[in-house]
C-alpha cells in the first residue's frame, strides 16, 4: 500500500513537471490565447497533476 501510494505521488511530480515545461514553451501570446499568464502556469499545473 505504501509502496503505491509514493509510486502515485511520483507519477503525479512527473505530470507537474511535465506540465509546466510544456506550457512554458509556450509565447505570451499563445497563453493568452487559452487564458493564462505565465505567473499562472505552477498553479494550473499542481491542479491538474494533483502534486
Excluded: C, F, H
Aim: positive net charge; hydrophobic residues 40%; proline residues 2%.
Amino acid at each position: 500500500m505504501i509502496v503505491s501510494y509514493i509510486l502515485s505521488k511520483i507519477r503525479a511530480w512527473r505530470l507537474y513537471r511535465e506540465t509546466i515545461r510544456e506550457l512554458s514553451q509556450l509565447s505570451d501570446r499563445e497563453l493568452n490565447d487559452v487564458g493564462l499568464s505565465r505567473w499562472e502556469i505552477p498553479y494550473v499545473a499542481k491542479k491538474y497533476s494533483n502534486a
